[in-house]
């Protein structure tokens, strides 16, 4: 049995995401989502190096920050 799940309080990685995976889950384009990296106005990513990853809940709490009640919101 061992090996087959995580010790009682072991952390639980989270799948990261490459940024053609997060594009398509966000209905954005890549090149929108590296322009809001370099503009830092997307959601947050993780790097090595140059390898650029993606939470999925980074993802999610981007898209909530995102929600607007009206028009006029967030301006």
């Known amino acids: 049995?061992?090996?087959?799940?995580?010790?009682?309080?072991?952390a639980v990685l989270e799948r990261l995401l490459l940024p053609e995976e997060?594009?398509?889950i966000l209905s954005l384009?890549?090149?929108?989502?590296a322009k809001a990296r370099m503009e830092g106005t997307g959601?947050?990513?993780v790097k090595f190096?140059?390898?650029v990853r993606y939470k999925h809940s980074s993802l999610l709490?981007?898209?909530?920050e995102q929600t607007r009640?009206?028009?006029n919101e967030g301006e």
Request: charged fraction near 15%; hydrophobic fraction near 40%; proline fraction near 6%.
């Open 29 to 33: 384009s890549t090149s929108w989502l």
């Open 69 to 71: 009640t009206n028009t």
């Open 49 to 51: 190096g140059r390898a």
């Open 61 to 64: 709490k981007f898209i909530q």
């Open 1 to 10: 049995m061992s090996g087959s799940r995580p010790a009682a309080g072991a």
């Open 22 to 24: 997060a594009a398509k």
């Open 43 to 45: 959601p947050e990513f």
